[in-house]
């Protein structure tokens, strides 16, 4: 008997589209290999940005030295490779064509299926872009390492709540697809909150002081920000287990919640596509 076997059934069927979503991006090996190319570009540009705020205030970004912001910049990138994914454009357009319906006919729930696919797309982008974009990144820029061995491991359980909140926001934002046809213009809303809130551009403390407590209470802050501090050693101690848990806890409920909205949206659908 494998270890998969013994997994719940659930569990068992996400590993199995986990390891669909991997083979099928093979297909797609060019895409990621200018990826490398794409994100050393984004790195560099905002190295010069702060580079420049930094010398015309030193204090600019509250509690973050300009080595710090540095590795920030590096490493927040980096980890949007893995974390990245388009679930919500992939069901947009599978209800278009009608495809969704062929999904839901499938003995699998669909938020399982979209999931699962994007687990195994992180995995792969894991090792094919996000590794050679950190090692080439790392070798032109001052990229410091994680603050101790603590903050290394905290870091990487982060990550992979960043996946997982990610695409539960995704799979939520993607089921509106099925009553408004076109979800283009909340597609662009929901990418530009989400870049801004997540920590990604500009850390929280960059935000006013009277709004930034309200900020974190959303879930965008810990897509980016809260594994970027955990990385730096921002937070440690109790502060470091409480913002970990805090993140996963918006994931399981996010991923709660996106099934049953599913659900709900589901009851009722008409397709264009055939």
Same mark, same amino acid.
């Given at each position: 008997?494998?270890?998969?076997?013994?997994?719940?059934?659930?569990?068992?069927?996400?590993?199995?589209?986990?390891?669909?979503?991997?083979?099928?991006?093979?297909?797609?090996?060019?895409?990621?290999?200018?990826?490398?190319?794409?994100?050393?570009?984004?790195?560099?540009?905002?190295?010069?940005?702060?580079?420049?705020?930094?010398?015309?205030?030193?204090?600019?970004?509250?509690?973050?030295?300009?080595?710090?912001?540095?590795?920030?910049?590096?490493?927040?990138?980096?980890?949007?490779?893995?974390?990245?994914?388009?679930?919500?454009?992939?069901?947009?357009?599978?209800?278009?064509?009608?495809?969704?319906?062929?999904?839901?006919?499938?003995?699998?729930?669909?938020?399982?299926?979209?999931?699962?696919?994007?687990?195994?797309? =992180?995995?792969?982008?894991?090792? &094919?872009? *996000?590794?050679? !974009?950190? #090692? $080439?990144?790392? /070798?032109? +820029?001052?990229?410091?390492?994680?603050?101790?061995?603590?903050?290394?491991?905290?870091?990487?359980?982060?990550?992979?709540?960043?996946?997982?909140?990610?695409?539960?926001?995704?799979?939520?934002?993607?089921?509106?697809?099925?009553?408004?046809?076109?979800?283009?213009?909340?597609?662009?809303?929901?990418?530009?909150?989400?870049?801004?809130?997540?920590?990604?551009?500009?850390?929280?403390?960059?935000?006013?002081?009277?709004?930034?407590?309200?900020?974190?209470?959303?879930?965008?802050?810990?897509?980016?920000?809260?594994?970027?501090?955990?990385?730096?050693?921002?937070?440690?101690? =109790?502060?470091?287990?409480?913002? &970990?848990? *805090?993140?996963? !806890?918006? #994931? $399981?409920?996010? /991923?709660? +919640?996106?099934?049953?909205?599913?659900?709900?949206?589901?009851?009722?659908?008409?397709?264009?596509?055939?």
């Amino acid at each position: 008997m494998t270890a998969a076997a013994i997994l719940p059934r659930p569990f068992r069927i996400g590993l199995g589209y986990a390891r669909i979503g991997f083979i099928n991006i093979l297909a797609f090996r060019l895409r990621y290999y200018t990826g490398v190319v794409t994100y050393l570009i984004n790195v560099t540009v905002y190295y010069f940005i702060w580079k420049a705020l930094y010398a015309t205030d030193p204090e600019f970004a509250r509690g973050f030295s300009f080595a710090e912001m540095t590795t920030y910049v590096a490493v927040g990138w980096v980890i949007r490779s893995v974390y990245f994914n388009n679930i919500d454009q992939n069901m947009a357009s599978d209800v278009q064509e009608g495809s969704i319906v062929m999904n839901m006919l499938k003995p699998a729930r669909v938020q399982t299926m979209y999931i699962g696919r994007t687990i195994g797309e =992180a995995s792969f982008r894991l090792l &094919l872009l *996000t590794a050679p !974009a950190a #090692a $080439v990144i790392c /070798l032109i +820029f001052p990229v410091e390492g994680p603050a101790s061995a603590e903050a290394g491991g905290l870091f990487l359980a982060s990550l992979g709540g960043s996946v997982l909140l990610t695409s539960a926001v995704n799979f939520i934002v993607g089921c509106f697809a099925v009553r408004m046809k076109t979800i283009l213009g909340l597609l662009r809303a929901k990418y530009y909150v989400q870049e801004i809130l997540s920590g990604l551009l500009v850390p929280m403390t960059m935000f006013p002081a009277a709004i930034e407590p309200w900020l974190m209470l959303l879930p965008f802050p810990h897509i980016a920000y809260t594994p970027l501090r955990l990385y730096l050693g921002k937070l440690q101690g =109790a502060d470091a287990w409480a913002a &970990l848990a *805090t993140q996963w !806890a918006w #994931a $399981v409920v996010l /991923l709660l +919640f996106g099934g049953w909205f599913w659900r709900v949206m589901a009851r009722k659908l008409t397709v264009q596509g055939g």
